[in-house]
């Protein structure tokens, strides 16, 4: 790393912590040609995930969205923030690890899905009525069977 003070490029690292955020290194650095004390930060380079929109339209993957959504769905629900979080972070897993540059809203509404039915039945209802547009009674009951028939058996009971 150059030095910040003479310019020169070798410097050690001398204390390297996690950053306050959580999401990066905090290294202390001295130069080893004017032995002065500098910071770096070290950060891994995320690739940037389009959406593809169901207009077709393409915009950067926002994880707030995809929290909104999930914090509307949990409304006065027993679900907790960090329940929330880890179904956020699992979305955003599963885009970054996908090897690919763009994932569809439709890919990342049913991965919520899945994971809301785990969490909370109701919640996922919720989110399902919205992100599948129900347009009547019977296409919205016909997911309340599903989800009914899908039940293990000590939860029929």
């Known amino acids: 790393m150059r030095c910040q003070y003479c310019g020169s490029p070798d410097s050690r690292v001398v204390d390297s912590r996690p950053a306050d955020d959580g999401n990066s290194i905090r290294r202390r650095r001295v130069c080893t040609n004017c032995g002065r004390r500098f910071t770096t930060y070290e950060k891994v380079e995320t ?61 990342i509404g049913e991965m919520v899905m899945e994971e809301l039915r785990k969490l909370d039945e109701v919640a996922y209802i919720r989110f399902a009525s919205v992100y599948r547009q129900f347009t009547d009674i019977p296409s919205f009951m016909n997911e309340l069977n599903q989800l009914l028939k899908d039940r293990p058996a000590q939860d029929k009971a």
Do not use: Y
């Not at 593809?52 to 509307?72: C, H, N, T, W, Y």
């Open 47 to 107: 690739k940037q995930i389009l959406v593809i929109k169901k207009d077709s339209s393409r915009e950067l993957f926002d994880p707030q969205k995809v929290r909104s959504g999930i914090i509307a769905a949990c409304h006065k629900r027993p679900v907790t923030a960090s329940q929330i979080e880890k179904v956020v972070s699992s979305v955003e897993q599963f885009a970054a690890n996908s090897l690919q540059e763009e994932i569809t809203t439709r890919q």
